[in-house]
């Protein structure tokens, strides 16, 4: 199963857009990514816009069954007197963090990034996935249930 571990963070973030007090993220404080996650066959597959941010500017770990995703878009350089009219492209730092869980295999997790998408597959765990039980019935136990 795939879980965000912080629920409250979009809910600061869409405060913070609403009330115009939005801020570029820092290390210690990031804004969150906007991500989807879907399952397809066996495994997860997880999507982040990141775009604007290089590939060697995202950083991705794993830690006890926890995925971080962090990445860092820093301003487009500018010419010596030009004069910004709008500047609405969020900057900073961005993190995402995702709960695997025991049901999906972390050491085998494929990542490709790709026109400004960050895309995470996620196998599911051997143990996780459905399976048949073949049932040997046995000559004393046919027995007792005729009886």
Not at 24 to 29: A, L, M, N, Y
Not at 40 to 66: H, M, T
Not at 110 to 129: H, S
Request: proline letters at 8%.
């Amino acid at each position: 199963m795939l879980m965000r571990t912080d629920p409250f963070r979009e809910f600061d973030r869409l405060a913070q857009l609403m009330s115009g007090n939005a801020t570029p993220g820092t290390w210690s404080k990031p804004n969150p990514m906007p991500m989807d996650a879907y399952r397809s066959g066996d495994e997860y597959v997880v999507a982040f816009d990141l775009p604007g941010v290089s590939a060697e500017a995202i950083d991705l770990d794993v830690e006890r069954n926890v995925l971080t995703v962090k990445a860092e878009r820093r301003p487009a350089p500018v010419g010596d007197g030009v004069e910004m009219q709008v500047a609405e492209r969020p900057l900073g730092v961005f993190s995402r963090q995702l709960f695997l869980g025991d049901m999906l295999d972390a050491e085998r997790i494929e990542a490709a990034y790709d026109n400004g998408v960050l895309t995470l597959r996620i196998p599911v765990a051997q143990q996780a996935k459905p399976r048949k039980i073949s049932i040997n019935p046995t000559g004393s136990e046919a027995k007792q249930l005729d009886t």
